[in-house]
C-alpha cells in the first residue's frame, strides 16, 4: 500500500499539492551580481523539483537589499529585474511540484561584518556570549519605517507571483525581524506594535493582510512560525497558539512550525533554555496539539530524516511533513521513499562542545551540498565539517567583502 505521505493536499484556496512532503527554506547563498539567482540556483531547484517532493519552499528572500541574511542572499525589490526570477520559477515548478518563495528581513540579525541596515523593534542587541559582536547593535524602528517595510513584504510577494511562484511564506520563526517583534525579549515598545501579544503581533497580521490584499486568490499565503523561541521570558507556546488562531481567520493557507533563533539554535535541536525536543521531528508535540485545534494546514520541520517518522508526524494530525536538511543530502528521497520504505538520509553528526560553531559547521556541511548540486554534482555527505566551515568562512568573507563595497557601507 502507498505511504499516507503520497496522497495530495488541497489548501483553503483550492490549490493541490501534489503529496505531503516538503522541502523547508534554505538559505542558498549562491545569488549572482545583483542578489539575482542564477544557473546554479536553476540546477540545485531542478535536482529538488524532479525529486518528487511536492512543495519547494526557496531559502528566504530579502524584501530589502540593505538588510540581508548573509553575502549572496537573494534580494526581490521594485526596481529587480524579474527574468532571473521567471526561470527560477521554471525550474523549480518542473513535474508538477509546487513552488513558493520564502520572504524575510533579519532585523538585527545582520552580520557587523556586512554593515547595511540593523533594524529592530527596540535596541537590544543579540546576546551569543563570547560570539556576540558577530553582529551589530540594532536601531528600533520608526512607525515610518514599519509601514515601509509592510509595503515591501507585499511588493516581494506581487512579484514573486507575476514571476511564476505559485505562492510566498513570510518568515515568522528564527528571531528574524517578524519575531523579533513577537518576542517580548526583544520587542520593549510601548506603542502600537509593542506590550499584549496581540501588539506585538500585529506586524505579522499586517504584513499577512498586505500580502493577501496584493495577491490573486489562487496564490498561497504561508506564515513560518516558532513554536516557542526557547528563552526563558521569550515568545511561548501559549503565545504561539493565539498567534496560529488569528492566522486561521486570516485565512492563511499553510503555518510551518519551527522555533528557536540565532540565540537558542531550536531548529537544529539545541535549545538555551534546555528544553528537550524530541530526537527526530523535533516540534511534533506542539504542531499536533496547535493541527488538533485549526482546520488551517500545518507543517512541522526539524529533525525528519525517515518514512516512519513523516508518517507519524501525519498519524498525529499534522498536514504536511518538513524537511530542510535531509534533502540537502539526498534530494531525491521522497522518490526513493516510493520504492523503498527505509531509504534514509546520511546526515553527518557534528557534536563540537562549542555550540555556535557547531551550528556554523552544520550549516557549512549543508551548503556545501547545494553548491554542489548547483554544479550539476551529487552531495557528498562526508566532507569534513572543519573544512567545510573553514572553506565557508573565507567564501562569505569574500562574498561580505563585495557586498560591502558595493554599497559603500562605513
Ligand atoms: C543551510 C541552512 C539554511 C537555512 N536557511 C533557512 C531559511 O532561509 N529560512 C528558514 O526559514 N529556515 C532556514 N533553515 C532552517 C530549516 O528550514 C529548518 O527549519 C531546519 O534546518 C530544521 O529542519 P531539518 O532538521 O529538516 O533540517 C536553514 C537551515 C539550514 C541547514
Redesign the pocket.
Known sequence: MSSTVFQPLTLPNKSVLPNRLAK????ENMAIEGHLPGDAMFKLYRAWATGGTGLLIT??VMVDHRAM?GPGGVALEAETSLEPFKKWAEAGTQNGTQLWM?I?HPGRQVYAAMGGQVLSPSDIALDMGKHSKLFGKPKPMTEEEILELIERFAMTAARAIEAGFHGVQI?A??GYLISQFLSPLTNLRDDAWGGSLENRARLLYEVVKAVKARLPESAAVSV?LNSADFQRGGFDADDAKQVVKQLSELKVDLVEL?GGSYESPA???NTADGSTLAREA?FLKFAEEIAHNTAMPIMT?????RLPIAEQVLEAGVDIV?????L?FTPDLSNKWQDTADAKANLPEIEWKDKTLGALA??AV??RQ?QRMGQGKAPKPNVSPFFALVADQMRLKKLTKAYRKRYNFA
Open positions: 523547508a527554506a534554505m538559505e531559502g528566504n541574511t520564502q524575510n518568515h520563526a528564527h513560518k519551527s531548529m537544529q535541536g523535533y520541520t526539524g529533525g525528519i530524516t518538513g524537511m530542510g536538511r535531509a540537502a552544520v550549516m549543508t551548503k547545494l
